[in-house]
């Protein structure tokens, strides 16, 4: 292929890029236009976020008695009633405020919360959760205050099985044919409660008495004051699980809703439950402390800046410098997509690891055409020096290239954010100036072979 259409194409695909990058790429959706491109996941310190403050629960349950001191499910006779606190004195101890804080953070990590903050006072029990803005926030929000407590429970209300007893809750889904695709959840019980289901399924059946007639005994699963199911069993169950389809259905949109409160009721049971229950006080949103007229100043400078950088390659190194300029906004492009596909949080950090990408790609820019200067004679040559100031500039950024992954690791969001943004940065970097930029200068210059 001719050369100069060769660097025709490429500075064409780099508009395109920067068109989809810094514009969008929308198609029609209905009535509207859809962006095809992910939205910039920003962190709570851009994009605000929302504040949950629960209290511990300070409400009471009537407890019923009948006329000898016992025990019943409703108001009896001759009977009698108190008022029992659902938190009893016992249950209100630092150690379970502690406990309540683990089990909320586990369960905000197992639901792939990005950035969260947990602030707990440990005299009342008393706890701020600040989550980011988004669609699964609200169930978010359940996971702070809901307690989880799982059980079956026979017709008069006997707990059978509980918390205690299941070894993790599992989410699956299966082709049905012309029904559809099935969610369903798997309870799966501990060994030593394997015993104790095989009898339930065994008890808990439907029988024909001596009339011919059905009798059914049932039990009810539940979680909290929800009754998932109420059932009795057509087999035995001997490996310990039990099954629970949340529904069947052809719609794709009803598919994600079913799998969607399958994976919620999972994430819920798979961790304790609260030992202490909570009512949520506040629920709001709360602005980030930048507005977008804050950053309006930062940005006019920061253009000014670049303009001028563009400038000085263009007056400096004529053509190629001009190309290096068309190359660096390619590669600015590439970094955002790339970004925007990763689903990468960005926070005022991971905004400072991308400033410092695109300085080392300035950087990088000057040096290699500060090298080929001059050198323009002879093909071999000219190769070989772009190739070796690459290689230069790659071996002085690998040390922070290796900070970049370590602090990928981090689990405090922002030191998180600059390090991906700097892995990624210096990576994009490496492969689109030794693949891109090489063919942008090599099929430009007019050289003597």
């Not at 976020?49 to 016992?70: H, L, M, P």
Request: aromatic share 10%; charged share 20%; proline share 2%.
């Amino acid at each position: 292929m001719n050369r100069g259409l060769k660097t025709i194409l490429i500075i064409l695909l780099i508009v395109l890029l920067s068109i989809i990058s810094f514009v969008g790429l929308f198609v029609q959706d209905t009535k509207f236009m859809k962006n095809l491109l992910p939205d910039y996941q920003l962190g709570m310190d851009l994009d605000g976020y929302r504040a949950v403050t629960v209290n511990v629960s300070d409400e009471t349950e009537t407890v019923y008695y009948d006329k000898d001191g016992n025990r019943v499910d409703e108001e009896a006779e001759d009977g009698t009633t108190e008022e029992i606190p659902v938190n009893t004195a016992d249950k209100l101890t630092k150690e379970n405020f502690e406990k309540v804080k683990k089990i909320v953070q586990a369960r905000l990590d197992d639901y792939n919360v990005a950035e969260y903050l947990i602030r707990l006072d440990e005299d009342t029990g008393t706890m701020t959760v600040e989550l980011p803005e988004n669609d699964s926030t609200d169930t978010a929000t359940q996971y702070i205050y809901t307690k989880g407590e799982f059980t079956i429970e026979d017709e008069n209300g006997n707990v059978l099985l509980d918390n205690s007893n299941l070894d993790m809750v599992q989410v699956g889904y299966s082709n049905t044919g012309t029904a559809g695709t099935a969610v369903y959840l798997s309870f799966v019980f501990n060994k030593d409660s394997e015993e104790k289901l095989k009898e339930i399924t065994n008890t808990y059946v439907t029988t024909t008495n001596e009339d011919g007639e059905e009798e059914e005994k049932t039990v009810s699963i539940n979680i909290d004051d929800s009754t998932l199911l109420e059932t009795s069993f057509d087999e035995e169950i001997v490996n310990g699980i039990l099954p629970l389809t949340l529904g069947t259905t052809t719609d794709s949109d009803t598919l994600s809703t079913y799998i969607e409160q399958a994976s919620n009721i999972a994430v819920l049971l798979n961790n304790e439950e609260l030992p202490i229950e909570y009512t949520v006080d506040q629920n709001r949103f709360i602005k980030s402390d930048i507005e977008l007229n804050d950053l309006f100043i930062p940005a006019i400078v920061l253009g000014a800046i670049l303009l001028i950088g563009f400038i000085v390659l263009i007056v400096k190194y004529k053509k190629l410098g001009l190309l290096g300029v068309i190359s660096y906004i390619g590669y600015i492009a590439v970094l955002l997509i790339i970004v925007r596909y990763t689903n990468l949080v960005i926070t005022i950090e991971g905004i400072f690891g991308l400033l410092i990408s695109a300085l080392l790609n300035y950087i990088l820019l000057v040096y290699v055409l500060h090298s080929l200067k001059n050198k323009e004679k002879d093909l071999i040559e000219y190769k070989n020096t772009y190739n070796k100031s690459m290689l230069s500039m790659v071996l002085v950024l690998i040390p922070t290239m290796i900070i970049g992954i370590i602090l990928c690791f981090s689990t405090w969001l922002p030191i998180f954010s600059f390090g991906t943004v700097i892995f990624w940065g210096i990576l994009t970097m490496a492969v689109y100036n030794a693949v891109v930029t090489r063919i942008l200068f090599l099929n430009t210059i007019k050289i003597k072979e």
